[in-house]
């Protein structure tokens, strides 16, 4: 079975100062990973997504993350925080590829960002 | 396209009462899921559909109910709600695309905040 770890459930960042915000996964065969972003009272967004192509996935917001299988990690990173990344960030991942299986996701509990000015 | 919406936004139920959440997405897609978050816990799926006329049960299925008469429609029903269903409620729907290829990620509501006093 297939499960996310998120490291840090809040992370606490100055502006302009480097986010990371780490992923670890457990999947049986080679993961789709992803990792979505909940701004408060609102559905969650896709960041970006990792679909075994490239293993450093760009994002939105100047957001990217990079897979490594040795590590089963997907960590979160941007260079220089902003105001505006202050949220929920999840991370998921789905490793069942059959069709009508229904694209099914595990979520990690998520992380809340948090950026002082 | 509005993409994926739900009915109501908000909802105070007492203990006993039943309810129905609306989700309706207007992107074609097969897949959708209903999911709750709770402070700490992420996203736990409910119930899901992979088509027209089918659904399954995810990971906490107990005390909901769910239909999917039409495509574009997916409901969730409280026959008699509990103060432990007091959550936020997400629907998201997913697509398998023709040729086998399928970008794997789901599409998220806005979420529906019920409250069971």
């Known amino acids: 079975a297939q499960s996310v770890t998120q490291l840090g459930s809040h992370v606490s960042v100055s502006e302009g100062a480097l986010v990371l915000l780490r992923c670890n996964y457990s999947s049986s065969v080679p993961p789709y990973l992803f990792w979505y972003v909940q701004y408060p009272n609102q559905g969650l967004q896709l960041l970006l997504k990792?679909?075994?192509?490239?293993?450093l996935v760009k994002g939105i917001n100047d957001f990217e993350a990079e897979f490594k299988k040795s590590e089963t990690s997907f960590h979160l990173t941007k260079p220089s925080a902003h105001m505006s990344d202050a949220a929920e960030y999840f991370c998921a991942v789905s490793d069942d590829r059959r069709m009508n299986a229904g694209n099914m996701l595990t979520f990690g509990g998520g992380t809340r960002l948090m950026v002082k000015p | 396209n509005a993409g994926v919406t739900q009915t109501p936004k908000f909802r105070v139920l007492k203990t006993g009462q039943s309810m129905t959440l609306l989700c309706a997405q207007d992107m074609n897609h097969e897949y959708m899921y209903w999911y709750r978050q709770d402070p700490g816990m992420g996203l736990r799926l409910i119930h899901y559909?992979?088509?027209?006329?089918?659904?399954a049960k995810g990971e906490v299925p107990d005390g909901y109910n769910v239909s999917r008469l039409k495509k574009q429609n997916f409901l969730l029903g409280l026959e008699s709600a509990a103060p432990s269903q007091t959550s936020v409620y997400f629907c998201?729907?997913?697509?398998?695309?023709?040729?086998?290829?399928?970008?794997?990620?789901?599409?998220f509501g806005p979420g529906t905040r019920l409250t069971v006093t």
């Open positions: 990792y679909t075994s192509a490239a293993t």
């Open positions: 559909s992979v088509g027209e006329g089918t659904t």
């Open positions: 998201a729907s997913s697509s398998w695309t023709s040729g086998g290829l399928s970008s794997y990620e789901q599409y």
